[in-house]
C-alpha cells in the first residue's frame, strides 16, 4: 500500500538553529515528491516538486532533497515566521492520486 | 479571483442532514482533487476529477459521500445524512494535468 510517512511530528527549534524534517515514502514509480507549507487555518501553499533522486530545489531558507526512499527539508537559520506545519506529499506513476502524510509542525522561538 | 475558492467557509449542520461543499478551480486547470482534513492530521485522499469524470474516487468513505463536476470546471461535494465524524475541513484543490495542487482555504464542516 502506497504510504508517506513523516517524522519527527513536531519539532522545536531556536531562531537560527538548523534543522531537518523527514519525509519517507512507499509509492511504486514516484512520479512527483511534493513539499507544501500549511498555517492555521489555511489551506496547503505549494513549496517545491523534485522528480528524481538526487535532485534538490531552494528557496530562501529551505531546501528540499530526494532520495529513492526519502526527502528532506532542510531548514537553514530559520525565524519564528517560518513556524507552520510542513506537509509531504507523492504521486505514484499509475495515478494521478496524491497522498499527503501527516505533517510536521514547525515551531521557532526568537 | 486568480486562487482556488471554496463556498462556504463554515458550515454548521446538524446529524442527519444533507450538506453541499463547493469548489471553483483556477481557470484553465483540468485536475480537481477533493481531500478532507481533521486536526492534526494531514488531507486525506477523497476523490479526483479529470475534466467531467471522476478519475479516482477510491477514498470517498462511504455511499454518503458523492461529488460531480458537471462542466469540467466548478465541482460540488455532497454528504447525506450527515454524522459527527464527518466533522473536519474539507479542502479543495486543482492542477494542471500532472502538476503540483493548488488548494482553497478549505470548507470547516461541524456536525451538531
Known amino acids: 500500500e502506497d504510504q508517506v510517512t513523516q517524522s519527527p511530528e513536531a519539532l522545536r527549534l531556536q531562531e537560527g538553529e538548523s534543522s531537518s524534517l523527514n519525509c519517507s515514502y512507499t509509492?511504486?514509480?514516484?512520479?512527483?515528491l511534493f513539499w507544501y507549507r500549511q498555517d492555521p487555518g489555511k489551506g496547503p501553499e505549494f513549496l517545491f516538486t523534485?522528480?528524481?533522486a538526487g535532485e534538490e530545489k531552494e528557496k530562501e531558507r529551505l531546501k528540499a532533497t530526494l532520495t529513492k526512499k526519502e526527502s528532506f527539508l532542510h531548514i537553514t537559520a530559520p525565524k519564528p515566521e517560518d513556524s507552520a506545519t510542513y506537509l509531504c506529499a507523492a504521486r505514484e506513476s499509475s495515478a494521478s492520486k496524491i497522498i499527503f502524510g501527516s505533517g510536521t509542525r514547525l515551531s521557532i522561538r526568537p | 479571483g486568480a486562487g482556488v475558492s471554496q463556498t462556504p467557509s463554515n458550515k454548521v449542520t446538524e446529524k442527519g442532514k444533507y450538506v453541499e461543499l463547493r469548489c471553483d478551480p483556477i481557470?484553465?486547470?483540468?485536475?480537481l482533487y477533493w481531500y478532507r482534513q481533521s486536526l492534526g492530521q494531514g488531507p486525506e485522499f477523497l476523490i479526483y476529477?479529470?475534466?467531467?469524470?471522476?478519475?479516482?474516487d477510491s477514498g470517498l468513505p462511504n455511499d454518503r459521500f458523492f461529488a460531480v463536476r458537471p462542466e469540467g470546471s466548478v465541482s460540488t461535494l455532497k454528504i447525506q445524512r450527515t454524522e459527527r465524524g464527518d466533522s473536519a475541513v474539507y479542502l479543495c484543490?486543482?492542477?494542471?494535468?500532472?502538476?503540483?495542487?493548488?488548494f482553497g482555504e478549505g470548507s470547516r464542516l461541524t456536525v451538531l
Open positions: 481557470s484553465g486547470h483540468t485536475a
Open positions: 484543490a486543482s492542477s494542471f494535468e500532472t502538476g503540483e495542487l493548488f
Open positions: 476529477f479529470q475534466g467531467t469524470g471522476a478519475a479516482d
Open positions: 523534485l522528480y528524481s
Open positions: 509509492v511504486s514509480g514516484l512520479r512527483g
